[in-house]
Each structure stands twice: as C-alpha cells, then as structure tokens.
C-alpha cells in the first residue's frame, strides 16, 4: 500500500475491522483489465455511425465515463452527431467483447475474503452490460447490490451511484469503502463522503494500492 498526493478535497477517514460494513466496487480498473473490451467496443460502435476509430484521448476517456459522457464529450459540439452514435451503440453487442475482458489477479480469493468479512456492492458507469458482466463471469453471489448508470439519476462523479448502494445496504457513509481506479472515482466518493481507496496511480487517492488484492490487507487487518 502507497500513500500518494492529495488529488481534490478532503478524505473520509477508512473504516476497519467491525466498523466496515460495506465496501463498494467499481468494476473496470479494479475487478477487470478492460482496456481491449472498451476500446474494441467503442471502435465497433464508430464504426456503425460511419466514424473514425478512438484516438488516444478517447481510449483513456472510455474507460471512466459513462456512454453519454463519452459521446457528449467527442462529439459535443455536434448534438446531432452525439445522437446519432447514442442511436448505434444501442444496437451494437457487447456480448462479443466479454472475452476481452481479464479478471485482475486473484479476484474470486479477494473477493470471497471480503464478503466473509461484510457485504458487497458494485457501483460502475456502466450501462446495460452491468448485468451481462455479473452473469459472465458468475459474480452474482459476491455482488446482490449492483448499480450502474441506468439505475441513477446522474454517473460518476456525482454521488447517486454510492448512495444508493449505501441506501440499499442499510448502512451509513462512515461505515463504507469505496474502491476505484480513476479521479472520477474519487470525486464520487468524497460526494457521498464514503471513504475511498485507489487502485493504481491514477486513481486520484491519497490511500492507494497497486493490486486489487491489497484491499483485504488494508481494510480486514
């Protein structure tokens, strides 16, 4: 475990041992390397509009916003165009790119120490795939709370994600963890004022850790 700067605002003090109660999840960049699913997801669905593949800033972008981020922020002064890519990714399956997507190591120990430990929720800006993810690599039992974009009013980086995990556990901010990779994630959680760990870098956290698999040494000792 690293401890890095200060990204934006202050951090909730982490909640350990009996006072953990539940730890949220993003899902790309903690529970998966998802990096050629998006991407080659993406690029199919350009395609079907008649575009040109992601540039770098796009392959880094896809990965932390939701859909209609993504589109409104490539395509924003174009509402039309924005629209029509809306239109084509509703029709492109992301069924195929599931197999692109690799569990980071040591998910299922990880995870299985965890739920032993307190529940579980999963809070992603993914939209339709939420489910299809959860079901493709059998992650039902560890995730009965999961919340991605379509089930809240607004995505990362407001706080309605969180807080509906909170509101469906029946527990309190001061009692959760939220685990993620990006400053997206970050900002959500100091919203909800839902204590936050970082995996990697770029996750915008001052408590950090490299591998998802750290998280239990952090929270459970």
Same mark, same amino acid.
């Given at each position: 475990m690293t401890t890095g700067p200060e990204s934006v605002g202050e951090e909730v003090a982490l909640p350990r041992g009996a006072d953990l109660q539940l730890v949220i999840c993003d899902c790309?960049?903690? /529970?998966?390397?998802?990096?050629q699913a998006n991407v080659a997801f993406y690029d199919a669905v350009l395609a079907s509009a !008649? /575009?040109?593949?992601?540039d770098e800033a796009g392959r880094r972008l896809c990965h932390t916003l939701a859909s209609t981020q993504l589109f409104t922020e490539l395509f924003g002064a174009e509402p039309a165009l924005v629209e029509r890519v809306r239109a084509a990714a509703q029709l492109v399956d #992301?069924?195929?790119? #599931? !197999? /692109?997507?690799e569990p980071v190591p040591a998910l299922r120990e990880t995870l299985q120490r965890l739920a032993a430990h307190c529940r579980l929720a999963l809070a992603t800006n993914r939209g339709r795939t939420v489910e299809g993810v959860v079901a493709q690599f059998d992650l039902g039992d560890f995730f009965p709370i999961r919340v991605g974009v379509l089930d809240v009013a607004m995505p990362k980086p407001a706080p309605d994600m969180l807080l509906s995990c909170l509101e469906r556990a029946g527990v309190t901010a001061g009692s959760a963890v939220y685990v993620g990779d990006s400053a997206t994630d970050c900002l959500a959680a100091r919203a909800a004022a839902v204590a936050y760990v970082g995996v990697g870098a770029a996750s915008g956290a001052r408590v950090r850790v490299e591998t998802f698999s750290e998280v239990t040494a952090l929270l459970l000792r």
């Open positions: 790309d960049g903690v /529970l998966f390397d998802s990096y !008649r /575009l040109a593949p992601l #992301y069924g195929p790119f #599931y !197999r /692109l997507m």
